[in-house]
Nanobody
Framework: VQLQASGGGLVQAGGSLRLSCTAS????????MGWFRQAPGTEREFVAA????????YYKDDVKGRFTISSDNVKNAIYLQMNNLKPEDTAVYYC???????????????????WGQGTLVTVSS
């Protein structure tokens, strides 16, 4: 499986960006796909995830109401619409795929089997 993320860039606070992640290779219907981010000097953290079977979505608390994750199962793609961006959202954003799809570990970095290369999002104040 290969994941390719795109859509990052430089935006002013209050602006919007849409990240895309396209996956190729073998898939399992009940997998999870998610977005994580990592700012300099910090650990990678969960941002949002979607269950491919049900379309259920899950978010980090401080992005709820601002970010929306969606998927296109025909294109094997997920998206992250990010609105009202804040300087603290600045990070490298990674998409990831979790084959096991255990709901209780959906927010865990260690649960994900494949990762994209990351795309940089910079929000200026």
């Amino acid at each position: 499986v290969q994941l390719q993320a795109s859509g990052g860039g430089l935006v002013q606070a209050g602006g919007s960006l849409r990240l895309s992640c396209t996956a190729s290779g073998r898939f399992v219907r009940n997998s999870h796909m998610g977005w994580f981010r990592q700012a300099p000097g910090t650990e990678r953290e969960f941002v949002a995830a979607i269950r491919r079977s049900s379309g259920g979505t899950y978010y980090k608390d401080d992005v709820k109401g601002r970010f929306t994750i969606s998927s296109d199962n025909v294109k094997n793609a997920i998206y992250l619409q990010m609105n009202n961006l804040k300087p603290e959202d600045t990070a490298v954003y990674y998409c990831a795929l979790d084959f096991a799809a255990i709901l209780s570990s959906l927010r865990s970095v260690a649960s994900y089997d494949y990762w994209g290369q990351g795309t940089l999002v910079t929000v200026s104040s």
